[in-house]
């Protein structure tokens, strides 16, 4: 009897740490070593990968597993490597998460969005124009040549001409030509040396935009730009994750991504510039209205 305690003892340590190692060892990460971050293309790859760094970095120290990046010429390349497993993680725009969740039959989830300083969910597509052209309304552009950014863009593409063609300016008859320039920096860039008279592109707020982002970086010059027209407010840009993943991993996912800005101060510099206040949890009803708009165009195009 005097030996029961100590075995007694010693079973219970054996089987806390069992039980230790099980919640906190490797889990999904056993079978997911490599995780590969797709990012849509919205400013030049060379930028792009370096506002990234901090960002892979801190998803490595906190999920405990590599991250790989995945390099994409357009939107649908991240769209396609989303659906094909070539990636875990994608940062989408609304209207390419929405095209994802088309092409992959709902097969993908959102996670989390962005809220603007303000606590705000969403942005917005603009219409940009250069300071000194003489053009003040979309009226004005009758005849005229605007940019895309991509085909899958949101505020480069889908909002303006979904949003557009309900107020009665078709951009295929619209206007004199349109043309998809590859990225919403390209687009401004094209727009300030003459290529096009108006650009479609992103905008947050008077302080956030990719033209503001664009000045800041050193592209372009301060102050060369306008806006003449505004869309309605478009849901945040989702960061999402395939639903074929196992929900433990996913959930990790989820809660690294949503507490980014207060365990990783350095990668939510990065990302944000540090003029976004917060992650919000998101889900897919937040982005129906944009699936209904892309199945709009879709179908517009079709018929056309």
């Known amino acids: 009897m005097r030996f029961l305690l ?8 054996a089987l806390t740490l069992c039980i230790g190692s099980q919640a906190n060892g490797a889990g999904w990460q056993e079978k997911y ?4 971050l797709g990012v849509i293309t919205s400013e030049n790859e060379a930028d792009r990968v370096e506002r990234y760094k ?13 991250i790989k990046w995945r390099s994409a010429t357009d939107y649908a390349g991240v769209i396609e490597a989303l659906k094909s497993g070539k990636i875990e993680i994608a940062r989408f725009g609304p ?3 929405a095209k994802a969740w088309i092409v992959m039959n709902g097969k993908v989830e959102p996670l989390v969005g ?4 303000n606590g705000d969910f969403g942005y917005h597509s603009v219409v ?3 300071k000194d052209s003489p053009y003040k309304t979309i009226d004005d552009l009758k005849g005229k040549k605007l940019a895309f950014a991509d085909p899958n863009s949101t505020s480069g593409h889908q909002a303006p001409r979904y949003f557009l063609s309900e107020a009665g300016y078709d951009p295929d008859t619209f206007f004199g030509s349109t043309a998809f320039s590859g990225s919403h920096e390209n687009s401004v860039m094209a727009l300030l040396n003459g290529t096009f008279d108006a650009a479609a592109t992103w905008w947050r707020s008077d302080t ?3 033209p503001l982002r664009m000045e800041e970086k050193g592209m372009i010059e301060p102050g060369q730009w ?3 027209w505004k869309s309605p407010r478009l849901p945040s840009s989702p960061w999402a994750v395939r639903v074929d993943l196992p929900q433990d991993m996913r959930d990790d996912i989820r809660d690294t991504l949503a507490n980014m800005k207060k365990n990783g101060p350095e990668a939510w510099q990065a990302l944000t510039d540090g003029k976004a206040s917060d992650f919000r949890l998101v889900t897919h009803s937040d982005y129906e209205a944009i699936v209904r708009m892309i199945e709009y165009n879709l179908k517009k195009r079709k018929d056309g």
């Not at 070593?33 to 590969?36: G, R």
């Not at 901090?54 to 590599?66: D, I, N, Q």
């Open 114 to 117: 962005e809220l603007d300083k």
């Open 226 to 228: 306008r806006v003449i």
């Open 128 to 130: 940009v124009v250069k």
């Open 33 to 36: 070593p490599t995780i590969t």
């Open 54 to 66: 901090p960002v892979r970095a801190y998803l490595e120290e906190t999920l405990g597993v590599k």
């Open 208 to 210: 956030r935009s990719n």
């Open 95 to 97: 209207a390419s998460y």
């Open 6 to 13: 100590p075995k007694l003892f010693f079973a219970m340590v």
